[in-house]
């Protein structure tokens, strides 16, 4: 199995790792019965991506063995954002298994972290859905969920391509992000059906990129202009009323 080095993974001020870490608590509060966990949204650039990385970097580091599938066939950012190093040009992905080129030890990947294992996408597709709709879509997470404790996929947004409804309709849970003062309401609550029509149970939903002077605790902790929330449960009631 190849082993990629994470190089670029930001250190974050203590309010965002904080709050990223209750997420992680409360996930696990959830049960055993959410392992393979969507990370949608319902625009792009709501910080999927961001918090899926860090979900799946603290879950490793709390022990649960934990793989990332990187599920946004049309534009990964993973790779390049954290320059992903494996010493190989040609890393076979998401794509090619699911094109039945290659099987999934081929492509899975192991991290420098511990417990941090990653599914990478290296090629992008301009039509992933039918891709999605395979069995061999299925069959991969449920083969990862054997192995895996915890199963994350990020995706493309809800709102634009019907990836994420697919891939939802293949989880066990769904975590929600919510930009902070930019979502739409109504698209908050067309994703919430979404969900519900795929079958995916809504585990939470991650107010992210809350403005941080609208935080006490930033001006403590640096520079950075954002912060992160999770509501839980009963609480993302309150999430869906902002
Ligand atoms: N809580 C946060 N604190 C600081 N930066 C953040 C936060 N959330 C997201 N960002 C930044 O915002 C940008 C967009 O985030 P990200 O790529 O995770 O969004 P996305 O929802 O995955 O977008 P897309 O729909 O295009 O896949 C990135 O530069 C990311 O680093
Ligand atoms: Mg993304």
């Not at 199963?151 to 391509?161: A, H």
Request: glycine letters at 8%.
């Amino acid at each position: 199995m190849k082993t990629i080095q994470l190089s670029n993974l930001e250190k974050l001020p203590y309010g965002a790792e904080e709050a990223l870490n209750r997420l992680r608590v409360n996930v696990g509060f959830c049960g055993d019965r959410f392992k393979k966990i969507i990370i949608t949204s319902s625009t792009p650039n709501e910080g999927k991506s961001f918090v899926s990385t860090n979900l799946w970097r603290m879950l490793a580091e709390a022990g649960s063995r934990t793989v990332l599938v990187d599920a946004d066939m049309r534009k990964s950012v993973l790779r390049s954002r954290y320059q992903f190093a494996s010493g190989e040009k040609n890393l076979p992905g998401l794509v090619h298994y699911l094109a039945g080129q290659v099987e999934i030890d081929d492509v899975l990947c192991r991290t420098n972290i511990d417990n941090a294992y990653l599914f990478p996408t290296s090629y992008t597709v301009t039509n992933p859905a039918l891709l999605l709709q395979t069995e061999r879509f299925s069959g991969l997470l449920d083969a990862l969920t054997r192995v895996f404790d915890y199963v994350l996929v990020d995706t493309p947004p809800l709102n634009s391509v019907s990836d994420g409804d697919l891939i939802a309709s293949h989880c066990d849970g769904a975590l929600l992000v919510v930009r902070s003062g930019v979502t739409p309401r109504n698209l908050i609550a067309g994703s919430l059906k979404q969900l519900e029509r795929a079958g995916c149970e809504l585990m939470g939903v991650v107010l992210n990129r809350v403005e941080a002077k609208s935080n006490p605790y930033y001006y403590k902790y640096g520079k950075y202009g954002y912060y992160n929330d999770y509501y839980y449960g009963s609480d993302s009631k309150e999430a869906k009323k902002k």
